[in-house]
Every structure is written in structure tokens, then in C-alpha cells.
């Protein structure tokens, strides 16, 4: 029941393997006697009944904690992981509203780049697995890698100080700061956990295996937390007059220098193993000779083989080539794999976008939009004991045969619904948006804020058939269709049987109000620019219109301070937090009196006009011109009901049906291509995002497709797949190979001559 706390996306996915891995060590100590961990986290077998000699010293006894067999060592492992996993969750926690907020990039290329950042730091895992195993040792490359991704920490803290440089230099801290922190996550990320798995004497295997459950808990307690920390850190914490993104990203950085300072400081303790040679680069190599091999030999006189990789038998050995054949039975059922991953990372890009668009109100407490991904790791460790204890039990009570090959397809089916979900939310989000402004067209609508009536007509439109009642809550905008770019369009005003004329010159692609008021006795009009789109990241805004005869200074929080001139001129919009402003200040020639705004909601923009002072306080008048965000973020939750759930199918039962079908001494290669899988996936995210923009409902519509119709064909791999014991396969293929030897005649590479 170790699984139970295992979360696969805290952990890059990487977590069952581990656990697993236990196992198999464990059982290698009963038989063989001696065993030790890849990178991976994988058990090795170094020995027969005797300790290993020679190369694999005798490692000696760590303390133990508080007179038990768990070694003092792995409390100093424990608490590098957490910070390390608070550090990396935390940082992504932010980074997509980095990107759009900071940097004011489009939600496009934000997503992109999050999903280039997401797509190598799990192609660097590879990477750290050769140092570790065929270079420096487990030791030296937690070590030497964790001060690289410090140092990525630092850049990426020093690249969000707005006072320090131009935007240039803010990107290229922060992308060289990414590359960096890339590395090193991904470096360490195959190493950690088996280090901790050295710790242990071989007759310790219980207390082993209950390390990882340990290990893997503050794995998922890093997670959640920083998930949930981070963003009230960005959001509630205001700096350099913004949110403060240098903070954001300071206290991951300081978390990441505490986790290398913790592991250093427990270098006396450790058990450290030498290099142990890196099977996944054999493998490769056992795969290149053998595709070179049969190039070379395409003679028809050549007698074929039974399988392309028998073609490497003139140089590896025949146990080596019938591993490598169970393994790419393996991996050709991940060919359909990264179709989930692109899915399930929308977490932390699409779907914190949606979150900015939605009401985060929840009465006791307003969420931040990309507060809502801790709720995946939350999930998951719910969801974890519910399957395992609950939900499979009672399918398996009902006689219905619940493969491995079905749970991934289920899960896959769960994550497809759950963007059809996503879906709709969005297209009910929509319904409070801006209409969409396309060439020779604008939108325009009237402000009365005259004492009676007016009637408003445009040369050559049809628009605003009935008057305009005074301070009358404005109609939607209406559109207005020009001629070209820009035209000069005549307006005239009918008010108290006086009708009035007016010129103004509308440009494509721009919304207006045409506000009408009374001046010097008579009746005039002034044509303003209004916001075009909602506010971003949630914020709402507020622009004034100064009724009075004399020029106002007005204070709307400790912060905002804003000068109108008088006689109905309009000042530029604020951008403010959702909240209700009611202890405004409103300065003029007269004195100081106190102004109530009420509540500026997610997402509305607002005109508040200054009608008159009245018994020490300022009469307002407030027109909503862009509606609030009335879909509450608590819709999303089903979304991340369903995609956590078909996580828990997908990747749990995915890495324990791979790592059952493969050899023990192959779990590594299998690994490192299911990260690679999730790799593929948020590549995928990334051309899609640039190469075919479109309306982001259509988007979770066109990957709800991709997923079901990967999904289909993965169930078809599925179906024609046969499981089977390893050591059977192996017993069978040497057999085959044995029978098989006479006929084989040996090749000599050489140059020909032709």
C-alpha cells in the first residue's frame, strides 16, 4: 500500500517506478543477496551470495534515528525533496501569469514557452541518469546539478525586479534562469530517490520500501503547498507598485538554497555507490549496430533472422538483444502516450488562463486564479486509496476484467472529458467578453447624463431608434460599420425640441461613448475611447468623469491617485483588485470629501461619473460599461475531478503494467522513455499554440478529439498485445536462440568495393 501516497505529476511521473523498485531489490536480497539502485531508482544486482568486492566496497554503517534501522541520513534526503519540489511547483505555480502579466505577452506565446520550459525538464532527466551512473556517482551530480538549478533560481528572482533594466533584459534573465532551472530539476530528478534507496542495508527492505512512502508524502506536501503559497505570494503581496513576481520566485529560490545546504550537511552520512554503468546507453547502442548491421547486409544471399535487432548478435550478447526486444514491445504502446500529457499539463497554462477569466469569490475566502492547481495533487492523494481500496475491489467484485490496457484507456477517456468540460465553461466565459472587432467595423453606445432626454441619430444609420433616458443605464454597444479605417461620421442631438450637431471621427476596430451633457445652458457631447477587451488576470477597471465646474484629485486607495479636469472630461482607466472601494477621497477647490465607489468586480471595466458634492460627500453615478465575470471559478472543479482521476488510471497503472512487462535489469530504459512521453506531450501543446491559434474553446475541443481518436487506437494496440512474464520470455528466447545458432552465420563488417 505504498502507492497510496504516491503522486506521478509531483514527482515527474517518475514516483511508482520507485516504489516497485523496492520491491524488486527486495527480492533480489532474498535470493542473491546484494543488490543497489540505478539512478532511477532501480534495483541492480552487483553480487551472487557474497558482498560485492573490488569496484563495490563495503559501505560503512550510517547512525540510525532514534535506535531504529532507518539511517540518520534519509531525514536529510527527505527534507532536500520537499524544499526541492516546494521550489520547482512553487516557481511553475506563476509562471504562465508571469509571462502574460510581466512580460504582456499574448496568451499564445505564454503558453508556449511554459510548455517549452515544461517539455526540458523532462527531456534533462536523460541527462542526469548518464552523469549519475556513468560518470560522477549519485553523490556528485544531486550536488553539483542542485547548485545549477540554485543558480537558475537566482536569474529567474533577479530577472521579475521591474526597476532593474528593460523588458530585454528581463526575458533574457528569465529564459537563461528557466534553461537553467531545467537542467537541473531534470538532472536530480532520476537521482534523489534512489540515493535515498542506497541508504539502507540489504536486511532492512521493509524500512526501505516505508522510506518511499515517506518520501514520496513530502513530495506531494511540497506540492500542494507551494501550489497554494506562491500565487498569495504573487497576488496578495504587492511590490514595485504590481503583483510581486520577485518574491513569487525569491522564496522558491531560498527554499532550493535550503535544500542543497540540508543535503551538504549530511555528506558524512551518506553511503555513497560508485558509478554504475548506464544501461540506457547499451541499449541505444545495441539498437544503432543492429539497424547499421542489416543496412549493410541487404544481400538476398544473407539468410534473414527472425527480428531486426538479431542483426547486433556479432556484437552483443544474446541475453542483452532479448531484453532490448521486450522493451520495444513496451515502448511502441507509448507511441500514443504524450496525447495525455498534452492534455493533463493544461493545468498550469490554459486552464489557469481560464481561471483569470472566471468569479473567485468563494465568500470567505477569493482564490487566485492560479491557486486552482493544487488541487491536483489534493486529488490525487484522495483519489489514490478511493481506487485501490474502493473503486477496483468492487469492479473486480463484479467479474468484469479491468486490464491495465483498459485503466489507461479509461484514463485517457476521463481526461478527454474533462477538457469537454473545460470547453464549455469557456464558451459560457465568453458570453460576458467584448464582441470581436473586426476591420471597418466599431462599436459605440450613449451616455445621457443630461437632465431629460435626447434622441441621438447617426447620418446614414439606423441605430438608437428610442431616446436616451437621463443617467439610463447604457444598452449594449451597437455596431457601427464604416467605410474604410476611418470615417467622419455626422451626429445629431434632439433635446426640449432643439436639435443639435456634431462631427467626430470614428477608426476601425475601436469602441466609443458618446457622452451627452449639459454646459453653459446648453447641450454638448465629447466622444471617448473605451477598454476594448476585458481587464486581464481578473482586475477591474474604473475610469471618472468630472461633472463639476472645477478640477477634482482623486484618491480611489492609498495607491491610486488620479486628477480630472472639469467640465465632463474623462481620465484614463485604473486598473484595481476586486474589492469594494467605499473610503475614496475626492480633493477640490471647495475642501476634501469622502467618495464611495462600491464593489469593482472580476473582470468589469466602470465609468463613474461625478454628478455634484452633497452634506460632505461625493454624489457618483456608475455605469458597468464591460460586463463582470459571472461564471464562478468552482466550475472548474469538475474539470479537475475528471483529469485527476484519469491521472491516477493513466500513470500509475501505466508504469506498473510497463515495468511489469520488461525485464529487471531494462526498468530504467522504460522509464526514461515514459518521461520522454510526457516530454512529446507538452511539445505538442506548444505547436499547437502557435501554429494554429484559434478561439480557446475550439482549442479544448480539438484536443478532446486528438485524445479520444488517440485513444481509440491505443485500445487497438491494446487489444492485439499479449502480456507476458519476463522470465518466461527470456527463458523462451534463449531457448530459440540456442536452437537457432547453427543456422546463423557470422558477418564481418567491412569496406566493398564496387
Not at 605 to 634: F, L, P, R
Amino acid at each position: 500500500m505504498h502507492a497510496l501516497l504516491l503522486n506521478p505529476q509531483a514527482v515527474g511521473v517518475s514516483g511508482t517506478w520507485d516504489f516497485y523498485s523496492a520491491h524488486i531489490c527486495s527480492a533480489y536480497s532474498a535470493v542473491l543477496g546484494w543488490c543497489t539502485y540505478d539512478s532511477w531508482g532501480h534495483a541492480k544486482q552487483i553480487g551472487g551470495d557474497d558482498p560485492p568486492k573490488g569496484d563495490f566496497p563495503v559501505q560503512k554503517k550510517s547512525p540510525k534515528l532514534c535506535g531504529s534501522n532507518y539511517p540518520l541520513s534519509i531525514a536529510f534526503i527527505v527534507v532536500n525533496e520537499f524544499c526541492e519540489r516546494f521550489s520547482y511547483y512553487g516557481m511553475r505555480a506563476v509562471l504562465t501569469l508571469y509571462f502574460l502579466s510581466f512580460f504582456h505577452w499574448d496568451e499564445n506565446l505564454s503558453t508556449a514557452v511554459y510548455h517549452a520550459f515544461s517539455a526540458l525538464c523532462y527531456f534533462t532527466p536523460v541527462i542526469g541518469a548518464i552523469m549519475a551512473d556513468s560518470w560522477l556517482g549519485k553523490y556528485k551530480t544531486i550536488i553539483y546539478l542542485s547548485i545549477v538549478y540554485v543558480v537558475g533560481h537566482l536569474i529567474k528572482s533577479v530577472g521579475a525586479i521591474p526597476s532593474l533594466g528593460n523588458q530585454v533584459v528581463h526575458v533574457i534573465l528569465s529564459m537563461v534562469g528557466l534553461f537553467l532551472i531545467a537542467l537541473g530539476t531534470g538532472g536530480i530528478k532520476p537521482c534523489v530517490s534512489a540515493f535515498g534507496g542506497d541508504q539502507f542495508e540489504e536486511e532492512h527492505t521493509s524500512e526501505r520500501n516505508k522510506f518511499f512512502s515517506i518520501f514520496y508524502l513530502s513530495i506531494n506536501a511540497g506540492s500542494l503547498i507551494s501550489t497554494f503559497v506562491t500565487p498569495v505570494l504573487r497576488g496578495d503581496v504587492k511590490c514595485f507598485g504590481e503583483d510581486c513576481y520577485a518574491l513569487a520566485f525569491g522564496v522558491p529560490a531560498a527554499l532550493m538554497v535550503l535544500a542543497l545546504v540540508v543535503f551538504i550537511a549530511g555528506s558524512g552520512l551518506y553511503r555513497k555507490t560508485p558509478p554504475q554503468g548506464n544501461v540506457l546507453l547499451e541499449v541505444c547502442k545495441c539498437i544503432g549496430f543492429a539497424i547499421k548491421n542489416r543496412l549493410k547486409n541487404r544481400s538476398r544471399q544473407i539468410p534473414k533472422r527472425d527480428h531486426w535487432l538479431d542483426w547486433a548478435s556479432e556484437k552483443y550478447s544474446k541475453q542483452l538483444i532479448g531484453e532490448v526486444k521486450m522493451v520495444t514491445r513496451v515502448l511502441f504502446l507509448f507511441i500514443p502516450l504524450p496525447m495525455f500529457w498534452a492534455l493533463f499539463d493544461q493545468q498550469g497554462s490554459r486552464w489557469t488562463l481560464q481561471a483569470t477569466k472566471m468569479n473567485a469569490d468563494f465568500g470567505i475566502y477569493v482564490l487566485q486564479p492560479d491557486q486552482m492547481q493544487f488541487l491536483n495533487p489534493l486529488l490525487i492523494l484522495v483519489f489514490i486509496p478511493v481506487f485501490d481500496l474502493g473503486l477496483y475491489p468492487l469492479i473486480n467484485m463484479c467479474k468484469f476484467n479491468f486490464t491495465p490496457i483498459r485503466k489507461m484507456a479509461t484514463g485517457m477517456i476521463l481526461a478527454g472529458m474533462a477538457f469537454g468540460l473545460a470547453a464549455i465553461v469557456e464558451i459560457k466565459i465568453n458570453e460576458t467578453d467584448m464582441p470581436r472587432l473586426v476591420p471597418e467595423e466599431s462599436l459605440i453606445r450613449v451616455l445621457n447624463l443630461a437632465k431629460n432626454p435626447v434622441q441621438v441619430t447617426i447620418q446614414d444609420r439606423d441605430l438608437f431608434q428610442q431616446p436616451v433616458e437621463a443617467f439610463q443605464n447604457p444598452a449594449e454597444y451597437s455596431k457601427l460599420i464604416l467605410n474604410g479605417e476611418q470615417q467622419s461620421l455626422h451626429f445629431t442631438l434632439q433635446h426640449q425640441g432643439l436639435s443639435l450637431a456634431f462631427n467626430y471621427t470614428v477608426k476601425e476596430k475601436s469602441v466609443y461613448s458618446l457622452i451627452v451633457f449639459e454646459a453653459e445652458g446648453s447641450l454638448s457631447s465629447r466622444l471617448i475611447t473605451d477598454l476594448e477587451a476585458k481587464p486581464e488576470n481578473g482586475l477591474a477597471a474604473v475610469r471618472f468623469i468630472n461633472g463639476l465646474s472645477q478640477d477634482v484629485n482623486l484618491t480611489i486607495d492609498s495607491k491610486q491617485f488620479i486628477a480630472v479636469q472639469k467640465n465632463y472630461s474623462a481620465s484614463e482607466y485604473s486598473l484595481l483588485e476586486r474589492d469594494k472601494y467605499n473610503n475614496g477621497k475626492c480633493i477640490t477647490e471647495m475642501g476634501e470629501f469622502t467618495m464611495e465607489l462600491g464593489l469593482l468586480d472580476f473582470g468589469a471595466s466602470y465609468t463613474v461619473v461625478i454628478t455634484n458634492v452633497s452634506g460632505g460627500a461625493v454624489k457618483t453615478w456608475k455605469s458597468e460599461d464591460i460586463k463582470a465575470n459571472n461564471v464562478h471559478m468552482a466550475w472548474q472543479l469538475p474539470q479537475y475531478l475528471l483529469i485527476s482521476a484519469g491521472e491516477v488510471m493513466f500513470s500509475i497503472t501505466g508504469l506498473a503494467f510497463s515495468y511489469s512487462q520488461s525485464p529487471a535489469s531494462m526498468k530504467s530504459v522504460l522509464q526514461a522513455g515514459w518521461l520522454l512521453t510526457v516530454a512529446v506531450g507538452n511539445t505538442l501543446v506548444l505547436i499547437v499554440a502557435q501554429a494554429a491559434p484559434m478561439a480557446q474553446w475550439a482549442e479544448f475541443v480539438l484536443f478532446t478529439v486528438l485524445l479520444f481518436a488517440v485513444c481509440i487506437i491505443f485500445s487497438i494496440m491494446g487489444y492485439f498485445y499479449v502480456s507476458v512474464d519476463p522470465e518466461d520470455l527470456e527463458e523462451k528466447e534463449e531457448k530459440r536462440e540456442t536452437a537457432s545458432g547453427g543456422n546463423m552465420i557470422t558477418l564481418v563488417t567491412q569496406k566493398t568495393k564496387l
